[in-house]
């Protein structure tokens, strides 16, 4: 009786991987892991202006939390990985708009606080899609329902006064008595935002410092520069000076919009509110006539919020781009929560002082 023996097929071993498919997969799997924790968990960041001195300062390297607030699901999907809005090192755009989504929020351990320290996607920039426009870092002084009112220089939240940020800055007229040291004057005292104007200068530094620099024998005057309540700033947002006399120093009382907030449309909230109907909240054909809004042809008298706002403001008070110039931040523009300076390098510092020692792994508060 013949039999039959049965055996598996054998496998032939698989060739090994050449040289340069080791690298492509290293790395394609580099990139994919970078971008995946870049997206959901830590990203790095740098301070580019001095908005936030003395709080941060032009040249800290910052690690911001997407964690807290919750990793939002990209709008613009085509897009070079680890890019931004360009190619490196080139003007071409890393990103394609052909096709925009609706971006969604993860769920995240904290909301967006008072006081707290955000980076978010500069609202105004229409050339860029929500969520590749330029970063900016503030301090979030109102949520979504407060009401924010700047007095005198002094911020109150819901009719509370708030304190300001220990190290917040302001302008300020510096007259010499004559010929001055500019290094004693300056340097030693951590002044590093400095213009020559007639007769003087104009400084940003803390209270502290300037109560320091009247003591001084070479000063003759340090004058706090502030705007006097009822003078309107056209600069300042709404823009329009001629119904809201506010200024950097005395603006509102406005809140802030809240998600499922319904407001009256009249000559007052129209001014106020119109951008964001218009730009942020995803309303097709919304016309501005003056102080009525049209959607789709037909005028409406109510409106109501689909996402929350927040209003920011620099620690650098008196040199910030922020809020009162052009409005509330969406909800669906905020990138994460600024936690810890890594790194801080002094670009004006010379060999052996350019980094800033007693920066490195500070918790920012």
């Known amino acids: 009786m013949n039999s039959k023996i049965l055996t598996k097929t054998e496998k032939k071993p698989k060739p090994p991987k050449s040289f340069f498919r080791e690298w492509g997969d290293a790395i394609l799997f580099a990139v994919v892991a970078a971008t995946l924790i870049r ?3 830590f990203e790095a960041y740098t301070i580019p202006t001095p908005s936030m001195e003395k709080s ?7 690690f911001v939390s997407k964690l807290h607030y919750g990793p939002r699901t990209p709008r613009t999907p085509l897009q070079v990985p680890l890019t931004h809005q360009t190619i490196w090192g080139t003007n071409i755009p890393s990103y394609s708009k052909a096709i925009q989504l609706q971006s969604h929020r993860l769920p995240g351990f904290s909301s967006v606080k008072n006081n707290d320290v955000v980076v978010f996607n500069y609202p105004p920039e229409d050339q860029y899609p929500a969520d590749l426009r330029t970063n900016y870092i503030k301090r979030c002084i109102g949520i979504a329902g407060d009401k924010i009112e700047i007095r005198d220089m002094k911020v109150f939240v819901n009719d509370k006064p708030e304190a300001d940020p220990p190290k917040a800055q302001y302008s300020y007229y510096l007259i010499p008595n004559g010929a001055i040291n500019e290094k004693v004057v300056f340097e030693e005292n951590d002044i590093t ?7 003087g200068y104009i400084i940003h530094t803390l209270p502290e410092t300037a109560e320091k620099l009247k003591a001084m024998s070479f000063i003759k005057e340090v004058q706090l520069l502030k705007d006097p309540a009822g003078v309107a700033d056209p600069s300042v947002y709404p823009n329009l000076p001629s119904r809201f006399k506010w200024n950097k120093d005395n603006y509102g009382p406005v809140q802030v919009p809240k998600e499922g907030q319904t407001i009256t449309l009249d000559s007052m909230t129209v001014p106020l509110y119109e951008t964001v109907i218009r730009k942020y ?25 689909k996402q929350n706002y927040y209003f920011m403001m620099g620690d650098n008070r008196h040199n910030s781009a922020d809020s009162r110039f052009w409005g509330f931040v969406p909800e669906d523009h905020i990138v994460g929560k600024a936690v810890l300076i890594w790194m801080s390098a002094n670009p004006n510092g010379g060999i052996g002082g350019k980094i800033r020692w007693n920066r490195i792994f500070n918790i920012i508060h």
Not at 193 to 199: S, T
């Open 39 to 41: 997206w959901a968990t």
């Open 281 to 305: 909240e995803g309303n097709e054909n919304v016309e501005v006539k003056g102080d009525h809004i049209l959607v789709n042809g037909k005028e409406i008298t109510t409106y109501t919020f």
């Open 193 to 199: 935002d400095v213009n020559l104007v007639q007769g």
């Open 56 to 62: 941060l300062l032009v040249g800290d390297y910052l």
